[in-house]
């Protein structure tokens, strides 16, 4: 088993620097047999990266279900922006994630996804990586950076009081897998800069091998969201198509292009209006995913 985290982070990690060759996009099609999950690592990477496909999946009536991996409570510099002070005790950085927690709940809803449809983990901001590399065994769970904590803190999560250990995400994300049973997978690139999103992707390949003979693999969309020069330009420009960065653009990666209508790409930017603590720090990079089109792709 170790092997297996092994590989896939040494992968993982060359993924990042991996320049290759291929550029035609593949369309991106539900139908009504589909079930779709969509992976997030922190509240508004549902929506940056897949607020078409939930949206386009609500209108199917198909079953669609968003995980998030963490509430986002280690954003120090977006809450001391969104608060016009520091936030700095271990209570005020879980009730930021409280709030977070509750600006996702209201952008679904912004794209016609119910909570009921919505499962928050709760696990620690930028240290998911850390634990799938180092919180297995006999290991002592991971403590939070900033909330100092090494359980799941949340009430309104999958697994309140769950040690920060690598069996606790693998498990939680396998009982959800083999409950939901998706053919459909969105979740964060391997490439992306940010941990959580490679963390979440890596994870999820472990499971998928861990359940292989339970149920029929489904189709993995992986979504960049951090990515040198991406997207770009930066800003809202509704009249774009989302496009690799270059870096990416002429990898080995299959990429695959979903369009939005004009009423879908409005119900975006309006779902991501909902991220006030974000905003303030990053409004025009947010904006910037407000596009005609959301890109997937994974390396073969």
Known sequence: MKSKFIVLFI????????????????????????????????????????????????????????????????????????????????????????????????????????????????????GTLNIF?????????????????KEVPYANSFSKGSSYVGENVLNDLKEILLHFKPTKVFVTHPADFNVDHRAFYLFLRIALWDLRDKFLEPEIYPFLVHAYQFPTPRGLRQELELQPPKSLKKSSIVWHSFSLKESQISKKKNAIDRFKTQLTYSRKYLYSFVRKSEIFGDFP
């Open 133 to 149: 590399t180092q919180h297995w065994g006999e290991s002592p769970p991971f403590k939070s950076m900033l909330t100092k904590v």
């Open 11 to 126: 992968i993982s990690t060359l993924f990042v620097n991996h320049i290759c060759c291929a550029e035609n996009y593949k369309v991106v099609k539900l139908n009504k047999d589909d079930r779709v999950l969509v992976l997030a690592p922190h509240p508004d990477d549902e929506v940056i990266g897949a607020g078409g496909i939930i949206q386009q999946a609500v209108s199917l009536k198909i079953p669609v279900k968003v995980v998030y991996l963490t509430n986002g409570d280690n954003n120090e510099l977006a809450f001391f922006m969104y608060k016009k002070r520091p936030v700095l005790s271990q209570k005020e950085l879980i009730k930021m994630g409280e709030i977070r927690q509750k600006e996702s709940i209201e952008a679904m809803r912004e794209l016609g996804l119910d909570e009921k449809y919505l499962i928050f983990l709760g696990y620690p901001d930028f």
